[in-house]
C-alpha cells in the first residue's frame, strides 16, 4: 500500500535531515502505529505520505501512486479536526463530496472512473455517516457549539464519506479527555474491521500506540536512517487494554523510547 | 435551538396548532416576537429623535432650523420628483464604488494573508497609506479622473479599498494551516480552496469593513458630489437648497442622505448577521 524508498527530508537546504535514505513498506490492510519523541519527525513522515509536504529525495509511492500531491483515495484526520467552522455539521460532512462533485473525476482531485455522487446521493451517504457516528442530531449545529469528541467524529465522518483505502491520523485524540479518547479508539478500530482500511495513526502516547497498531513505528532522534519495527499483533481483539500481553508491550515501547528505568 | 417552552398559551392546543409541528410554531412565534420587538425600539429611538429635534428647533427659533412636521411634507412631495433622481445618483455611487473596491481588495487581501512574504513586503506601505485621509486627494483625483462620474466612485472605493483590504488580510492570515491541510485532503485544489475556505472565510470579513466603513463613505460622497455635477444629494443639500436658502428642502435633503446611510448600513448588518451566524454558535 505505502512504499517509501530511499526517502530524504529536509525543511531547509542546510537544515539537519529528519529522515536519511529510509525505507519503509505497508502492506494493504495493515494497521500501523507511529510513535517517538516530540521532533522525531513522525507527524513529516505522516505530511509526506499524505502530499502535503514534498521529499528531498526519494520516492513515496501509495497504491500506484508516486506521491506529489494528496492522493484522492486517502483519508487524514488531523488533532485539531480542521473543520470549517462557519459551516454547520452537516455541512461539513458534505465538503469532501462537494470538492468530488466540484471538480469530476479528474484523477488529480477525485479518484478516475468512479462519477462522483450525485447531490441526492450524497446526501443519503452524509446522513448514513452522521448516523453511525452518532452525531446526526448535532447536524445543524457549528463547530464551536458541539464537544470535542463530536468535532472529530465530524472530522471522520467527513474523511470516510470519501471511502478512502488508507486512513492517516496525526494525534486524531490527543486534545480529548480520557474517556472521550477511549471510546472514539474503539469506534476506529471497528470501522477498520468494517472498511477493511490500511491504517497509519500517529501519537505520542505509547498506549495508544499499543492499542491502535498491529505494527509500530518506533522514530528517534532525526535523522532517521532505517525503520525500528515493534509487532504487536495482539491490537485490535477485545479486551487487549486489560492483559498483560499489552502491558508487556507498552513497556517494550517505554524501553525502546529511552525512558523505562 | 430554539426550543422554547409555551409559557404563554398555556390551555390546550387550537387545532391550528396541533397540526403544526410544536417547534415550528415557537419558531415561527419566537421571530414574530423579535420582530415586534425591534419594531418598538424603532420607534421609540424615532419618537426620542424627533422630541429632540422639535426641542431644538424651539430654542433656536431661527430659519436654518425649521420643525419636523414643517420638513415632512416637503421630504415626501420632493421625494416623488427631484430628491428621489438625486438620492438614486447617490446610492448608485456607493453601490458602484462598494463593488468595485470588494472585488480589488478582496483577492489581493487574501494574497497579502495566505502568503507571509508579500504580507511582509507590502504591509508596512498599507499601515502608511490607510490613515490618511483619503479625502484630501479629491482635487488630485479630479484633475487626473475628469469631473465625471469616475471621480468620485474613484474615491469612495478608494477609502473603501483599505478597510476591506486590511480586514480580509487579517482574516485570510487568521486561517489555520491545518484546516488548509485538511480541506487539501480532500481533494481541494487552489480553485476549491477559493471556493469552499477563502470565500466563505472572507464574507463576513468584508461585510464588517463595509459596515463600519459605509458611513465613511457616504460623508466623503457628500463632499464629492459638491464639485463638478448636477446629481446627487450632496449637490442637491448644497448647491440646490442650501445656498439659495431654502432650508425646508434642505433638511428634506439631509433626511434622505441619512436615510440613504441608514437603509445602507441595515442591509449590511443584516447580511453580516446571517453570514457570520457561526461566530455565535459557541454562545448559545
Not at chain 1, 487487549?240 to 515501547?253: A, G, H, P, Q
Not at chain 2, 403544526?20 to 420582530?35: C, F, H, M, Q
Request: with cysteine; proline share 6%; aromatic share 8%.
Amino acid at each position: 500500500m505505502i512504499t517509501i524508498e530511499n526517502l530524504t527530508f529536509r525543511y531547509g537546504p542546510r537544515a539537519k535531515p529528519v529522515f536519511l535514505g529510509f525505507s519503509w513498506h505497508v502492506a494493504p490492510g495493515e494497521a500501523w502505529s507511529i510513535i517517538g519523541p516530540s521532533g522525531c519527525g513522525k507527524t513529516t513522515l505522516l505530511m509526506l505520505i499524505a502530499g502535503l509536504r514534498r521529499v528531498s529525495r526519494g520516492t513515496i509511492r501509495v497504491g500506484e501512486t508516486v506521491i506529489t500531491r494528496p492522493r484522492p483515495e486517502t483519508g487524514l484526520i488531523l488533532q485539531d479536526f480542521g473543520l470549517l467552522p462557519w459551516a454547520t455539521v452537516w455541512d461539513n460532512v458534505a465538503l469532501g463530496l462537494r470538492v468530488r462533485r466540484f471538480y469530476g473525476p479528474d484523477g488529480k482531485h477525485a479518484p478516475r472512473g468512479q462519477p462522483p455522487p450525485s447531490r441526492k446521493e450524497a446526501r443519503r451517504m452524509v446522513e448514513e455517516w452522521l448516523r453511525r457516528l452518532n452525531i446526526y442530531e448535532q447536524r445543524d449545529r457549528f463547530p464551536g457549539a458541539i464537544s470535542g469528541g463530536q468535532r472529530q467524529r465530524t472530522a471522520i465522518a467527513r474523511t470516510l464519506a470519501l471511502q478512502p483505502d488508507l486512513l492517516l491520523m496525526d494525534e486524531p485524540f490527543s486534545s480529548l479527555d480520557a474517556p472521550t479518547r477511549e471510546d472514539l479508539q474503539n469506534l476506529i478500530l471497528q470501522l477498520r474491521a468494517e472498511m477493511n482500511l490500511t491504517s497509519v495513526i500517529v501519537t505520542h502516547a505509547i498506549e495508544e500506540a499499543a492499542i491502535l497498531g498491529r505494527k509500530i513505528l518506533v522514530l528517534g532522534e532525526p535523522p532517521n536512517t532505517a525503520p525500528l519495527i515493534v509487532d504487536n499483533p495482539g491490537a485490535g481483539s477485545p479486551g487487549y487494554r486489560s492483559t498483560v500481553d499489552f502491558l508487556d508491550k507498552c513497556t517494550e515501547l517505554r524501553t525502546l523510547m529511552g525512558l523505562a528505568h | 435551538m430554539h426550543r422554547t417552552t409555551h409559557v404563554d398559551g398555556s390551555g390546550p392546543l387550537t387545532a391550528a396548532e396541533a397540526e403544526v409541528s410544536p417547534n415550528a410554531v415557537s419558531l415561527v412565534r419566537d421571530a414574530l416576537r423579535a420582530s415586534g420587538a425591534r419594531l418598538l425600539n424603532l420607534t421609540l429611538a424615532l419618537s426620542i429623535f424627533a422630541a429632540c429635534w422639535t426641542a431644538l428647533a424651539a430654542a433656536l427659533r431661527r430659519d436654518i432650523m425649521p420643525y419636523p412636521w414643517e420638513v415632512l411634507p416637503v421630504f415626501v412631495s420632493e421625494m416623488q420628483g427631484d430628491l428621489w433622481n438625486h438620492m438614486v445618483a447617490s446610492a448608485g455611487r456607493v453601490l458602484k464604488a462598494t463593488a468595485l473596491a470588494t472585488l480589488i481588495a478582496t483577492p489581493v487581501g487574501l494574497g497579502l494573508g495566505q502568503i507571509r512574504l508579500l504580507n511582509r513586503i507590502f504591509s508596512p506601505l498599507i499601515g502608511l497609506v490607510h490613515p490618511i485621509p483619503k479625502i484630501v486627494f479629491l482635487p488630485v483625483i479630479l484633475v487626473i479622473m475628469g469631473i465625471g462620474e469616475t471621480s468620485k466612485v474613484f474615491l469612495i472605493a478608494l477609502i473603501l479599498f483599505f478597510q476591506i483590504l486590511v480586514v480580509v488580510r487579517d482574516e485570510a492570515a487568521s486561517l489555520r494551516p491545518e484546516l488548509i491541510q485538511s480541506v487539501r485532503s480532500l481533494g481541494a485544489g487552489r480553485r476549491a480552496l477559493f471556493r469552499f475556505v477563502y470565500l466563505p472565510a472572507s464574507l463576513p470579513a468584508v461585510l464588517t469593513a463595509l459596515r463600519v466603513s459605509v458611513g465613511t463613505a457616504i460623508a466623503v460622497l457628500f463632499i464629492a458630489e459638491q464639485y463638478s455635477t448636477r446629481q446627487g444629494l450632496g449637490y442637491y443639500i448644497v448647491t440646490l437648497t442650501w445656498q439659495r436658502l431654502r432650508f425646508e428642502k434642505m433638511y428634506a435633503g439631509i433626511l434622505a442622505m441619512s436615510l440613504l446611510g441608514l437603509i445602507l448600513y441595515l442591509a449590511v448588518d443584516a447580511l453580516e448577521r446571517i453570514v457570520g451566524r457561526w461566530r455565535h454558535a459557541g454562545e448559545s
